[in-house]
């Protein structure tokens, strides 16, 4: 599978950015899909997953009622609503998919996304 993502950039404190994850190669279908971040100089972190068929999500507690995961299947796409930004969700995204069961664990994850960068000024 190879993963596109996009949307990143430059936004205030409070702001809002979209990210999208743009998915070829392989069934869509066939992969959760999940977002992590990696801020300068801390490991790679869990954001956000979503089910095969979209049903079901899991959130990271730092996220959770401000970052909204969905997937279109038809387009095969999966977005990062982000709402209510704040200077510690500067750092680079990545979305990644895994044919496991919805988890948090980056290691289970096959494919990867360059990353898009996100920053936010305070």
């Known amino acids: 599978v190879q993963l596109q993502a996009s949307g990143g950039g430059l936004v205030q404190a409070g702001g809002s950015l979209n990210l999208s994850c743009a998915a070829s190669?392989?069934?869509?279908?066939?992969?959760?899909v999940g977002w992590f971040r990696q801020a300068p100089g801390k490991e790679r972190e869990f954001v956000a997953v979503?089910?095969?068929?979209?049903?079901?999500?899991v959130y990271a507690d730092s996220v959770k009622g401000r970052i909204t995961i969905s997937r279109d299947n038809a387009k095969n796409t999966v977005d990062l609503e982000m709402n209510s930004l704040k200077p510690e969700d500067t750092a680079v995204y990545y979305c990644?998919?895994?044919?496991?069961?919805?988890?948090?664990?980056?290691?289970?994850?096959?494919?990867w996304g360059q990353g898009t960068q996100v920053t936010v000024s305070s």
């Open positions: 990644a998919v895994t044919r496991r069961v919805v988890v948090t664990d980056e290691r289970v994850y096959d494919y």
């Open positions: 190669g392989r069934t869509f279908t066939d992969y959760n």
């Open positions: 979503i089910s095969k068929n979209g049903v079901s999500t």
